[in-house]
């Protein structure tokens, strides 16, 4: 298949694998073995033993693939993708994780790709129905990124602090609760990463520098996620019992850094 033209999309939608989540060939091949007996095979589709391919791009520790492997191969694509859209056009995708680490590989892809994340919105997902993950604290709450090259973003999305990005938190969870989504704890902490690496991305965008190496990178996107308080941080602001202090920021994205503001109410990038 031939990729697109450069700037010829108006919008990609995609579910790129959730790191080590899902070993989606492994998985695979418990159907495919099957399949192989009862398909009648006229382009070589079933010639493989196997659906395992040294290219598939899934966080393995068995085949020594971790967290490098997984940001270099996301990198590859989301730039592939990137220049295909149109100017400020989507690319949009579906994430989710129990570890903060696992989406850093997604905030180095985004910035390699040289776009912005203005949005996280949250989704139930398919897992609510996983009985594998029962009793586990996993979540059930994809977070839909969304990523654009040139646009603007909403001021009240911006935050600096555990105690802003506690009030996102706070406004995506009144908006599953009210669809009648049941929340637990993972569920909050994972709408919290969603969060957490928006703003990191938006944070780094400015002097991102796609020529060091991946380690490097890594490390770039986990200090900018740290410097915004981290899990640790949001979690104090989402006790769900009263306090005597307000749970939101008042200066909300006051330091705007160095973007032309769009309007009074959105920032420009």
């Not at 989606?24 to 391919?53: H, I, K, Q």
Request: aromatic share 8%; net charge negative.
């Amino acid at each position: 298949m031939e990729a697109p033209p450069p700037g010829s999309l108006d919008g990609v939608f995609t579910d790129p694998p959730y790191f080590a989540n899902v070993q989606y060939a492994e998985l695979m091949d418990f159907c495919y073995v099957w399949l192989r007996r009862l398909a009648v095979d006229t382009g070589g589709a079933f010639d493989r033993p196997s659906t395992r391919n040294e290219n598939e791009l899934t966080g393995n520790a068995t085949m020594e693939r971790g967290l490098d492997h997984f940001a270099e191969g996301l990198s590859a694509v989301f730039a592939n993708m990137a220049r295909a859209l149109k100017p400020g056009a989507p690319l949009a995708f579906t994430y989710h994780h129990n570890t903060i680490e696992a989406y850093y590989p997604i905030a180095a892809a985004v910035l390699d790709a040289g776009l912005a994340c203005t949005a996280a919105l949250p989704c139930p997902a398919e897992m609510s129905a996983s009985i594998h993950i029962n009793g586990t604290g996993s979540s059930i709450v994809d977070s839909v990124s969304v990523c654009r090259s040139t646009g603007t973003v909403s001021r009240a999305m911006l935050a600096s602090s555990g105690e802003g990005i506690a009030r996102l938190v706070r406004k995506d969870m009144e908006a599953l609760r009210a669809g009648g989504v049941k929340l637990t704890k993972g569920d909050m902490r994972c709408i919290a990463y969603g969060h957490l690496v928006r703003l990191a991305i938006w944070d780094l965008r400015p002097s991102w520098d796609r020529a060091i190496d991946t380690a490097a990178k890594l490390g770039a996107v986990a200090r900018a996620t740290e410097a915004l308080g981290g899990w640790a941080r949001v979690a104090q602001f989402l006790d769900e019992t009263p306090s005597l202090g307000p749970l939101f920021e008042h200066r909300i994205a006051e330091d705007v850094r160095g973007y032309d503001s769009g309007g009074p109410d959105e920032v420009s990038f």
